[in-house]
DNA sequence: TTTACTGTTCACCA
DNA sequence: GTGGTGAACAGTAA
């Protein structure tokens, strides 16, 4: 669900919130979310630390705390992130409450209980959370086109399946790799191989583009369902192919089709994208 | 009742 | 080693 707009608009909007405000109590609803250290040590280590930044990682948001911890959050498909007073009632899939010395709670629930979180002591590497594996952030400067055509120019993979990749590229999802490669005119299954100089240019700023145009979009409507005012904030209107099966194609007008790629539903049109 | 699902990891196979 | 497929995770909604 969250892909990296969405994340980075998670980050903006608790930011302010959050940032000295300390941990009195951390409460472990569902333990088995907890991916390390185990819930009642990762609440023992938290507990009464003051949160000092929030920052993100591809798509996992990073909390850090005065004794130089982090705290590392993957939403996975289904996980949001709530902060209320603690007298609100508690949303169904609740698993875990941060309690706040502001009389708030920050609470994390999440459906499908994909979504997980690590604690890493001060200096401790990370080698639990998968972030360790992420490749460039599509807006850090070694991030370019030659970076994309070195590392995939020679492979077979579908460019799709490389997109999704994160250990080639951050933060990418299956909703905004299918916007980039319709805009860039690339087929979701063309090899990475067979990809012309000028369309690795086209992939690299297609993806800073698509991704810093959603995290705009998503401010305004985010605030509502991160303040938990909206069960939703997907709004596939602004989309112009992912979720569009059978419908006209917004540049030619063509019906857009959809087959599996890497396991992945891809939506494409078959007149623009080749 | 059945099927699909926006993320990630792993087993298995070509 | 590369890369594709399917399963698993678990719950909901169409």
Redesign the pocket.
């Known amino acids: 669900?969250?892909?990296l707009p969405e994340i980075e608009t998670t980050k903006r909007f608790f930011e302010p919130i959050l940032c000295q405000r300390q941990i009195v109590k951390m409460t472990a609803v569902r333990p088995?979310i907890f991916a390390y250290p185990a819930a009642e040590i990762f609440g023992e280590r938290v507990q009464a630390q003051q949160i000092q930044s929030l920052g993100r990682r591809?798509?996992y948001l990073l909390i850090s705390l005065a004794d130089g911890a982090t705290l590392i959050l993957?939403l996975?498909?289904t996980g949001r992130l709530l902060y209320c007073p603690s007298a609100t009632p508690l949303m169904?899939?609740t698993h875990c409450i941060f309690h706040l010395d502001d009389g708030n709670e920050l609470r994390f629930s999440d459906?499908?209980?994909?979504g997980r979180l690590w604690l890493l002591a001060a200096n401790e590497e990370d080698t639990f959370s998968?972030a360790q594996?992420l490749g460039p952030e599509p807006f850090d400067a070694v991030f370019t086109a030659n970076h994309l055509q070195q590392k995939l120019g020679q492979?077979?993979?579908?460019i799709k399946?490389a997109l999704?990749d994160?250990s080639n590229l951050a933060g990418l999802?299956?909703?905004y790799a299918d916007e980039v490669l319709f805009q860039t005119g690339i087929h979701p299954q063309c090899?990475?191989g067979e990809l012309q100089e000028e369309q690795w240019l086209a992939l690299a700023t297609a993806i800073q583009e698509i991704l810093s145009q959603a995290i705009e979009d998503n401010q305004s409507r985010m605030q509502d369902y991160l303040a938990g005012s909206s069960g939703k904030y997907?709004d596939n209107q602004r989309l112009n192919v992912y979720g569009r099966e059978k419908l006209e194609c917004k540049s030619c007008g063509a019906e857009i089709q959809r087959i599996?790629?890497?396991?992945?539903?891809s939506f494409f049109c078959p007149a623009c994208q080749c």
């Open positions: 669900m969250p892909e088995e591809g798509k993957h996975r498909m169904p899939h459906t499908r209980r994909f998968g594996k492979r077979r993979a579908t399946s999704l994160q999802g299956n909703i090899p990475t997907n599996q790629v890497a396991g992945r539903s």
